[in-house]
């Protein structure tokens, strides 16, 4: 059947859930290498991917935006939360896909489809 759903195995959750917590440490590194790896392999490791690697790409252009604005002195103020949003969402994330649901990241640029 096409509309039967497929429950994400326990290594597809481990898998998803890497991933969003590799943004914490390595950015859109960890996001991007198992997206280009699975994408193809499992829909539940692709979308979760490609949905981290969206998130990243956002936070590398605020946080280049934020860098600019060092220069009027709120970009150290801005750099912080960026940072902290980042954490936050990613944990938030994390925690979603141990539990073999999808996970959405608010207010994310979609680039890459």
């Avoid at 539940?44 to 690697?53: D, H, P, S, V």
């Avoid at 600019?68 to 938030?92: H, M, Q, T």
């Amino acid at each position: 059947m096409a509309d039967e759903i497929t429950i994400p195995s326990n290594d597809d959750k481990n898998i998803a859930t890497i991933t969003h917590l590799g943004g914490t440490v390595f950015s859109f590194i960890p996001a991007l290498i198992v997206w280009v790896l699975k994408k193809d392999d499992n829909a539940y490791i692709g979308e979760q991917a490609k949905e981290a690697l969206n998130f990243q790409i956002t936070m590398l252009i605020a946080q280049f935006v934020a860098g600019v604005l060092i220069a009027i002195l709120i970009g150290f103020l801005l750099i912080g939360i960026i940072w902290l949003v980042n954490v936050v969402f990613c944990i938030i994330a994390a925690i979603s896909t141990s539990k073999g649901e999808t996970y959405r990241y608010p207010f994310c640029l979609r680039l890459i489809n």
